[in-house]
């Protein structure tokens, strides 16, 4: 009979201890340490098989010849964007978001235009479910797989007996191994799956796509270890009252965490954005005041963001601050510049801030964007549809040069827009630009130009 073992881990954050205790030590959560049974046996492999490993010898780092990773190429310009050009063979990768976001439909989307044999492991849903979902997304693939399965060592008989080329799990929070007693989603069953399919992965060269649920916080629920075990963690944000989502790459061992992919969400699944700036930048009719157009980069994507702004006497005696996608920190610190360098007094008014789309921005370069919007709120005065601007602002209230710009300004130029505002210390080496380049060094200087 196997030994058994009793354990205690945080189910916050998956710190392990010997005993109860009524708060963690480690995340400082409390009520949130529960007691576990660990069965102890002997490690196997995935196939249940011992296997002699050949030790590894150490190489000098000029004796180490390079290879290029080999990947699979899947049919998704901006999913193969953010994993840096296609699924490479033997990886893990983890999507997280919240509930209804649509990780499912944008796996399944992905298992269905894969070229290859795909096994599509469910643990929530039925296979009638899956295909009522695969008929709405429209696509037909008879080398998609589908099974309904938590237990991992049937998981395991079943690729065996279909030998997939790409395995996708939904999720990883339903799964639960034989040799671990404990419940599915517990800690301790989230590590050992894991550390079974990883196993699994790169033994056999087969890359596995994991869903993972997350936290009220926003986080991967589980052990944040488990982030640490796999090769790639992407994050699908959005707002489910919008349409629009939005991938981000939080971990990539195979290529940048600066890139996104935008989707939108759609009746018949996931659509891709491929000019961003046409959901970025609202249709109207008139001019209004308040808003201004930023030049924004994500990786090496350049874009264009409408900053909308609000300013208004404060009524209940203290002034609100309020910003939605942008850091509510830095709002206030361009407050205060204006307060202190420009010499605007707002310290009594209402400020609301909001970037169009529904997306977050924390790129600087958008700073001179959201201060011409709040003037522009607070003088009423309109900025022309056809200006946009691209700087960050100091605490001294100078306009201080970003990186990169060369591309922001060819985006501006491809969208038609006449006039871009930027710092006067950029320096620009192309001169064969159409747009009017207006380089300024001070806040009150841009804006006494702009409504002179």
């Given at each position: 009979?196997?030994?058994?073992?009793?354990?205690?881990?945080?189910?916050?954050?998956?710190?392990?201890?010997?005993?109860?205790?009524?708060?963690?030590?480690s995340?400082?959560?409390?009520?949130?340490?529960?007691?576990?049974?660990i069965?102890?046996?002997?490690?196997?492999?995935?196939?249940?098989?011992?296997?002699?490993?050949?030790?590894?010898?150490?190489?000098?780092i000029?004796?180490?010849?390079?290879?290029?990773?080999?990947?699979?190429?899947?049919k998704?310009?901006?999913?193969?964007?953010?994993?840096?050009?296609?699924?490479?063979?033997?990886?893990?990768?983890?999507?997280?978001?919240?509930?209804?976001?649509?990780?499912?439909?944008?796996?399944?989307?992905?298992?269905?235009?894969?070229?290859?044999?795909?096994?599509?492991?469910?643990?929530?849903?039925?296979?009638?479910?899956?295909?009522?979902?695969?008929?709405?997304?429209?696509?037909?693939?008879t080398?998609?797989?589908?099974?309904?399965?938590?237990?991992t060592?049937?998981?395991?008989?079943?690729?065996?007996?279909?030998?997939?080329?790409?395995?996708v799990i939904?999720?990883?929070?339903?799964?639960?191994?034989?040799?671990?007693?404990a419940?599915?989603?517990?800690?301790?069953?989230?590590?050992?799956?894991?550390?079974?399919?990883?196993?699994?992965?790169?033994?056999?060269?087969?890359?596995?796509?994991?869903?993972?649920?997350?936290?009220?916080?926003?986080?991967?629920?589980?052990?944040?270890?488990?982030?640490?075990?796999?090769?790639?963690?992407?994050?699908?944000?959005?707002?489910?009252?919008?349409?629009?989502?939005?991938?981000?790459?939080?971990?990539?061992?195979?290529?940048?965490?600066?890139?996104?992919g935008?989707?939108?969400?759609?009746?018949?699944?996931?659509?891709?954005?491929?000019?961003?700036?046409?959901?970025?930048?609202?249709?109207?009719?008139?001019?209004?005041?308040?808003?201004?157009?930023?030049?924004?980069?994500?990786?090496?994507?350049?874009?264009?963001?409408?900053?909308?702004?609000?300013?208004?006497?404060?009524?209940?005696?203290?002034?609100?601050?309020?910003?939605?996608?942008?850091?509510t920190?830095?709002?206030?610190?361009?407050?205060?510049?204006?307060?202190?360098?420009?010499?605007?007094?707002?310290?009594?008014?209402?400020?609301?801030?909001?970037?169009?789309?529904?997306?977050?921005?924390?790129?600087?370069?958008?700073?001179?964007?959201v201060?011409?919007?709040?003037?522009?709120?607070?003088?009423?005065?309109?900025?022309?549809?056809?200006?946009?601007?691209?700087?960050?602002i100091?605490?001294?209230?100078?306009?201080?040069?970003?990186?990169?710009?060369?591309?922001?300004?060819?985006?501006?130029?491809?969208?038609g827009?006449?006039?871009?505002?930027i710092?006067?210390?950029?320096?620009?080496?192309?001169?064969?630009?159409?747009?009017?380049?207006?380089?300024?060094?001070?806040?009150?200087?841009?804006?006494?130009?702009?409504?002179?």
């Amino acid at each position: 009979m196997s030994k058994t073992k009793t354990s205690f881990f945080c189910q916050n954050c998956g710190a392990q201890f010997p005993k109860w205790l009524g708060q963690c030590s480690s995340c400082h959560q409390w009520n949130t340490i529960i007691e576990e049974v660990i069965q102890k046996e002997e490690k196997r492999n995935w196939k249940q098989k011992t296997t002699s490993k050949k030790a590894n010898k150490a190489l000098k780092i000029n004796e180490i010849s390079l290879k290029k990773e080999d990947r699979i190429p899947i049919k998704n310009t901006e999913l193969n964007r953010v994993l840096g050009g296609g699924i490479v063979k033997g990886s893990m990768i983890l999507l997280g978001g919240e509930p209804g976001i649509g990780k499912s439909t944008l796996l399944l989307q992905i298992a269905l235009t894969i070229p290859k044999n795909v096994l599509y492991v469910s643990g929530e849903e039925s296979q009638s479910q899956i295909k009522m979902r695969a008929e709405r997304l429209k696509i037909t693939n008879t080398n998609c797989l589908i099974l309904t399965e938590t237990n991992t060592q049937q998981i395991f008989r079943a690729i065996e007996e279909t030998n997939p080329e790409v395995v996708v799990i939904d999720s990883i929070q339903t799964l639960y191994t034989n040799t671990i007693d404990a419940s599915p989603g517990s800690i301790s069953q989230i590590r050992e799956t894991t550390a079974e399919l990883i196993k699994f992965a790169k033994e056999t060269a087969t890359p596995v796509l994991l869903i993972g649920h997350i936290t009220k916080d926003g986080n991967i629920a589980g052990p944040k270890v488990l982030e640490h075990m796999v090769d790639v963690v992407l994050q699908f944000e959005g707002d489910r009252n919008h349409t629009y989502r939005i991938l981000r790459a939080q971990k990539n061992r195979f290529g940048s965490t600066a890139e996104i992919g935008i989707y939108e969400m759609r009746s018949e699944g996931l659509r891709e954005v491929s000019n961003p700036s046409e959901i970025l930048i609202s249709q109207k009719d008139e001019t209004l005041s308040g808003t201004a157009i930023a030049a924004t980069l994500e990786g090496i994507r350049p874009f264009m963001i409408e900053v909308q702004a609000l300013v208004s006497t404060a009524v209940y005696g203290t002034p609100q601050r309020s910003a939605t996608g942008y850091d509510t920190k830095r709002l206030n610190m361009l407050l205060a510049v204006l307060e202190k360098r420009a010499g605007f007094r707002l310290g009594a008014k209402d400020v609301f801030l909001n970037i169009a789309g529904g997306i977050k921005v924390d790129d600087p370069a958008i700073d001179l964007a959201v201060i011409m919007a709040i003037l522009s709120s607070n003088e009423d005065e309109a900025i022309p549809q056809d200006y946009c601007f691209a700087a960050e602002i100091g605490l001294s209230g100078e306009i201080r040069p970003i990186n990169r710009v060369e591309q922001r300004i060819l985006e501006a130029e491809k969208l038609g827009f006449h006039k871009i505002f930027i710092s006067k210390f950029n320096k620009i080496s192309q001169s064969t630009f159409t747009i009017k380049i207006v380089k300024v060094s001070k806040v009150e200087t841009i804006f006494a130009n702009l409504f002179a």
